[in-house]
């Protein structure tokens, strides 16, 4: 049995003898550069389920300032909307806080050195904010007893200033009344909710929680990243070396890894390409730093243009 590169096509015969351990290399930073990708899958399902839940408040405000004739009917379906959209970012995101551990567990089951301690990283998270703390035991709420959003506010105000302007916003609210019932939801939690009234904004929450997966990923890909350009550059130099020692073939389709038994047979392939690197780097720079989510908001407001 020798090992080496190939193409898994047809009109080709070419084949650039490797070694075992080249061959064991590729095929751990292939499926490495896999684990890798599927925690920046996880992590975007992540971020655009809170997308759509900010970009929800935004259309039914707008909508609210704009028409007319909204009745009990309307406020219903907005607040079921509402309650659709964070019930999607919290069943995400307990997937990816799930999902993450085994990923990182794969990576490292052949790789040298420590894994992230994702436990603590979570833990870090968990018991610096509230927002954090609120999102997880509501999120078990929602999976056992009720609606995470109880009730929902429209309101308008001028604004002060030498321009003043009408400003509309909603605000959904959650009740710590309605989630005391609750035996399972934790006791000191639900006081740190409590002290902020009958009503918490769950805006401010949600955006904290966010903020918080963010920071772990943050140190996740801080982890991988100097890992990752090694493993990239161990498919990247399989391609230079078969093209290097068979110039004329027309394209690199097919490139695999293989076992070749005495009679020429091929087996254990591992396909070699780049598209699910790129993809993966993609989702890297779509999806990139949420620090100061608390802080930040979105607003039509006419902004003057300095001359």
Not at 24 to 48: G, H, P, R, T, W
Not at 125 to 148: I, S, W
Not at 201 to 212: A, C, N, P, Q, S
Request: charge should be negative; aromatic fraction near 12%; proline fraction near 2%.
């Amino acid at each position: 049995m020798d090992y080496g590169l190939t193409r898994m096509v047809l009109d080709s015969t070419a084949f650039v003898h490797i070694s075992v351990d080249e061959y064991q290399k590729m095929k751990n930073a292939k499926d490495a550069l896999f684990e890798s990708l599927f925690i920046e899958e996880k992590y975007d399902l992540v971020v655009e389920n809170y997308l759509e839940f900010e970009g929800s408040l935004l259309e039914s405000v707008a909508r609210h300032m704009i028409l007319s004739g909204q009745d009990y009917r309307w406020f219903q379906m907005e607040r079921s909307l509402f309650n659709r959209r964070l019930a999607n970012l919290l069943s995400t995101a307990r997937m990816y806080t799930d999902h993450v551990k085994r990923h990182l567990t794969n990576i490292f089951a052949t790789e040298e050195g420590e894994a992230p301690d994702i436990g603590t990283l979570f833990s870090d998270q968990h018991d610096t904010r509230l927002g954090y703390r609120a999102m997880e035991q509501l999120r078990n709420f929602v999976q056992h007893r009720g609606f995470p959003v109880h009730a929902v506010t429209y309101n308008s105000r001028w604004t002060d200033g030498k321009k003043s302007e009408l400003q509309f916003a909603v605000s959904p609210y959650l009740c710590p009344e309605d989630i005391r019932a609750d035996r399972r939801f934790n006791k000191s939690v639900l006081e740190e909710l409590e002290a902020f009234g009958e009503r918490v904004d769950i805006k401010v929450l949600v955006r904290d929680y966010v903020e918080g997966i963010w920071a772990v990923h943050d140190k996740i890909r801080e982890s991988l990243s100097p890992r990752i350009v090694l493993w990239e550059a161990a498919l990247d130099g399989a391609f230079v070396r078969f093209q290097s020692q068979y110039p004329d073939e027309q394209s690199v389709i097919g490139l695999a890894a293989v076992a070749r038994d005495e009679r020429g047979h091929y087996s254990e392939p591992i396909q070699i390409f780049k598209e699910f690197l790129d993809y993966r780097r993609q989702l890297e720079r779509k999806n990139g730093s949420l620090k100061n989510l608390v802080r930040r908001y979105v607003t039509s407001e006419i902004v003057e243009q300095k001359t």
